[in-house]
């Protein structure tokens, strides 16, 4: 990233960045700094979306939350890096292809030469001992020939095999770079180019895409009474889920902790609203219990926000229309569904038992 802030600009955000970071407690390394000040300066909308978010939660940002903040939005300086290395040497070997070609081109003329000049001399009536010179010439230059052939053919597969795998490797690791490590589902990065990429399609057709935002309810709550263990577990519960809901192009997400994102394509709200009320009560249906000891964890639910892009319109205002929702659908008891009109207003979607969410979640509350 470059930055152009002036000398008084990068004191006054290093100042605040410093100042939040103690607020914190966050340790005030070079990492952590390069955080706190591209959330001071706004350099980074999406960073700040998501501390904000975090802040708006009450969630505690401290050294573990800046490692996940930076993995999320600064690793993809690491990926250009890797993938422009692959890029690389895969017009290396595909260098060594084409000039193996231009060799083998330059052997072909040169024995092509050699049967006409064969061809040539024994027309003119060689005989005898020039004969027989001229069938072994003509002999060991077509065993030459086909040597250079083999070696070209080994030489050939061996680059042939050398990009395949490169490109099966930069094809992985893109995959990777797009991918939760834990849930398996579409990691805040895909989100944001899959979200873009859509939002481009709706302008350029006209096609209909809608934006679901959805919550775990009482998932801080659930993490301190059973441990961060059976935590992981949920999510990834959820994340299976709500891809087993969803067909075709709509993107599931993990947007960030336990937040979770759908982007629906070709989508209008009705239909967007019904989805997302379809996960919820798929969702409020699985029971959690130890398969060892029988132990009840209760269930789960989640509240969703609904939204649907107004073509043109800023993605962050989509996001923050669908946030609007979800959180009305949070401060409205939880497990349901809230959808958002273009000029923001909230509608009720759909709303389920209020008290179904988490380990005896009325005790909760």
Known sequence: ?????????????????????????????????????????????????????????????????????????????????????????????????????????????????????????????????????????????????????????????????????????????RRQAMTDVLTGVANRSCFDTKLQEWAEEAGETGIELSLVMADIDFFKKFNDTWGHQLGDQVLKLVAATM???????????????EEFAIILPNTGLKDAVTVANNVRKTISTKNLKNKKTGEDFGKIT??????TYDPGEDLENLIGRADKALYGAKKGGRNRVLSSDREGGLSMGYLGDTDASGPSPASLQ
């Open 1 to 173: 990233m470059h930055y152009r802030d002036t000398e008084n600009q990068a004191v006054s955000f290093a100042r605040q960045a410093l100042g939040l970071m103690k607020s914190y407690r966050v340790i005030a390394n070079p990492r952590n700094y390069m955080i706190w000040y591209d959330y001071c300066s706004g350099h980074n909308p999406g960073l700040k979306r998501a501390i904000d978010t975090l802040i708006d939660k009450g969630t505690v940002i401290n050294s573990a939350a800046c490692d996940e903040i930076y993995s999320e939005f600064y690793n993809a300086d690491q990926e250009g890096a890797i993938i422009r290395e692959t890029s690389t040497r895969i017009q290396e070997n595909l260098g060594q292809v084409l000039e193996m070609i231009s060799d083998a081109n330059d052997g072909v003329v040169k024995y092509g030469d050699a049967l006409q000049s064969f061809s040539g001399k024994v027309e003119a009536g060689a005989a005898g001992e020039d004969l027989r010179s001229l069938v072994e010439d003509m002999l060991r230059d077509t065993r030459d020939m086909e040597e250079q052939n083999k070696v070209l053919r080994n030489q050939l597969d061996s680059s042939a095999k050398e990009i395949d795998t490169l490109k099966t490797d930069l094809d992985d690791f």
């Open 243 to 257: 891809t087993d809901c969803v067909k075709g192009q709509d993107v599931v997400a993990r947007y960030g902790g």
């Open 302 to 307: 989640m509240s969703f926000g609904v939204s």
